[in-house]
């Protein structure tokens, strides 16, 4: 059974922070790339950040420095630490693996000007 489930979403000034958590099923998580999307009001959803099963990330030009992907090989779960948030990074938040399959529900994340 594919389940995701992401939480942690909020609405924070420009400037601020926010971790996002993405519980994932097994068969999803082990042995696999994981991945943060989001997608903004009328927009395509993007791949935000990346991290191997071995632990090496990558990130969208975007993001890059500001956000910070990491995995619990034994909880099932990544994480999208979001650090110096701008308005542009409001959107809603999906995790998947890479190549993706069924989405969860997302969270929302809201960045005042």
């Known amino acids: 059974q594919v389940q995701l489930v992401e939480s942690g979403g909020g609405l924070v000034q420009a400037g601020g922070s926010l971790t996002l958590s993405c519980a994932a099923s097994?068969?999803?998580?082990?042995?696999?790339?994981m991945a943060w999307y989001r997608q903004a009001p009328g927009k395509q959803r993007d791949l935000v950040a990346w991290?191997?099963?071995?632990?090496?990330?990558n990130y969208a030009d975007s993001v890059k420095g500001r956000f910070t992907i990491s995995r619990d090989n034994a909880k099932n779960t990544v994480y999208l630490q979001m650090n110096s948030l701008k308005p542009e990074d409001t959107a809603v938040y999906y995790c998947?693996?890479?190549?993706?399959?069924?989405w969860g529900q997302g969270t929302q994340v809201t960045v005042s000007s």
């Open positions: 991290i191997t099963s071995g632990g090496n990330t």
């Open positions: 998947n693996r890479v190549p993706w399959t069924s």
């Open positions: 097994r068969n999803i998580f082990v042995g696999n790339t």
